[in-house]
Each structure stands twice: as structure tokens, then as C-alpha cells.
T-cell receptor, first 117, second 114 residues
């Protein structure tokens, strides 16, 4: 089956630093990837839609200058949290849609837990 | 976006069937009904989806009301590994800015007792 990986799985950083999270589709190509964040005991909140070769589309209320998304290839999207602060601590999850599947199924990564001290 | 309503939690015993309800009274004619589940500290996992007809796969069955205002996810024999948060989501069909996007609600926490 289609597999999505994320790296790193956990990261702890100091306030003010930037953190990059990678999302890779391992055995398929994905024109579209999505980034979500999830706070403890809450549901997933869509942050942005990432399309290969074009600018990401951010959901209302998500700061595009703070959460930089790059989808440079059909198998890799990255999310960079710039100047991270404790309130950015969260579980970040990506998902990918195989180019050949249509939109019937999204495949999710295992998530990255970010802790900002 | 059309919204869904699910019970906050449900409980089941192992090897018994589980029926997880979902109300979506404002569903549009072209919205697909998707179900995903999320185990603790993991990304969500696709379960099943449908448009109008009932659907079956190796994981579950999806029963869709004739008026499409509600649906039920059926796990035929619950196992301990089925304990998760189950999300019922409406996905817009082709076209428009919402195409392909999934908007997660609060979901139903399913507890399975041995």
C-alpha cells in the first residue's frame, strides 16, 4: 500500500529557532499534499494545501510567513516553522494523494511532534 | 463546508459488531462521505468512503441513508486494535476550492472492551 513518511518524528527546539519537517511519499507520486496540526485531545486542523511546483494555499488564519511550505518534487513536501514559539508546539501531520488515485483516499504520515521550549 | 455530527464516544465489546452513526443533514448532492480513523499518536488511516450506495471493504461497511443525511460505519467484529477515534468527513467532489480537502470534526472515540 501507499506509504507516507515524516521526518523527524519528534523534535525539541528552543524558542526563536526554525524547524523543518519533511513529508515523503515513498512508493507513489503525489501532486497534492496537505499539512495539518493537532493539539492534544483535539481534532486535526488543516493548515495548507501543497501542490507540486506551485505556491501553497493556506487556510484562513494560518500565517504563511510563519509556516513555509515547499513542494519541490512529486514525492516531497516540507513544512518549516519559522521562529518557533511554545504555542507552536503541536503534532504536525501531512497527507498525500496519489496522482493516479483521484481524491478517493488520502494517505497520512505518522506525524511529527514538535515541542518548543 | 457541510458539517457532520457524531457521538463523542461509544463502547463495544470485542468480537461484537459496532455501528458508528454520523449525521450530515446539510450534505450537498456531490459530497462524498469518508471515514477515517486515528489511533493514539498516529496519523489518520482511511477506512471507507461512498457517495450514494452502501459500500463494503475488508475493514468495514458503510451504510448510507436514502436521503444521504446520515450514514453508519459498521465494524462487523470489533477487535482491540479497532479502538481509535473515528472521523466522518464530507469531501467535496471535483471542482471548487474545497476539492480534495478533508475537514475533520471531533469524531467518535471508540473503546473496545476485552
Amino acid at each position: 500500500g501507499a506509504v507516507v513518511s515524516q521526518h523527524p518524528s519528534r523534535v525539541i527546539c528552543k524558542s526563536g529557532t526554525s524547524v523543518k519537517i519533511e513529508c515523503r511519499s515513498l512508493d507513489f507520486q503525489a501532486t497534492t499534499m496537505f499539512w495539518y496540526r493537532q493539539f492534544p485531545k483535539q481534532s486535526l486542523m488543516l493548515m495548507a494545501t501543497s501542490n507540486e511546483g506551485s505556491k501553497a494555499t493556506y487556510e484562513q488564519g494560518v500565517e504563511k510567513d510563519k509556516f513555509l511550505i515547499n513542494h519541490a518534487s512529486l514525492t516531497l513536501s516540507t513544512l518549516t516553522v519559522t521562529s518557533a514559539h511554545p504555542e507552536d508546539s503541536s503534532f504536525y501531520i501531512c497527507s498525500a494523494i496519489p496522482t493516479s488515485y483521484g481524491y478517493n483516499e488520502q494517505f497520512f504520515g505518522p506525524g511529527t511532534r514538535l515541542t518548543v521550549l | 463546508d457541510a458539517k457532520t455530527t457524531q457521538p463523542n464516544s461509544m463502547e463495544s465489546n470485542e468480537e461484537e459488531p459496532v455501528h458508528l452513526p454520523c449525521n450530515h443533514s446539510t450534505i450537498s448532492g456531490t459530497d462524498y462521505i469518508h471515514w477515517y480513523r486515528q489511533l493514539p499518536s498516529q496519523g489518520p488511516e482511511y477506512v471507507i468512503h461512498g457517495l450514494t450506495s452502501n459500500v463494503n471493504n475488508r475493514m468495514a461497511s458503510l451504510a448510507i441513508a436514502e436521503d444521504r443525511k446520515s450514514s453508519t460505519l459498521i465494524l462487523h467484529r470489533a477487535t482491540l486494535r479497532d479502538a481509535a477515534v473515528y472521523y466522518c468527513i464530507l469531501r467535496a467532489s471535483a471542482g471548487g476550492t474545497s476539492y480534495g480537502k478533508l475537514t475533520f470534526g471531533q469524531g467518535t472515540i471508540l473503546t473496545v472492551h476485552p
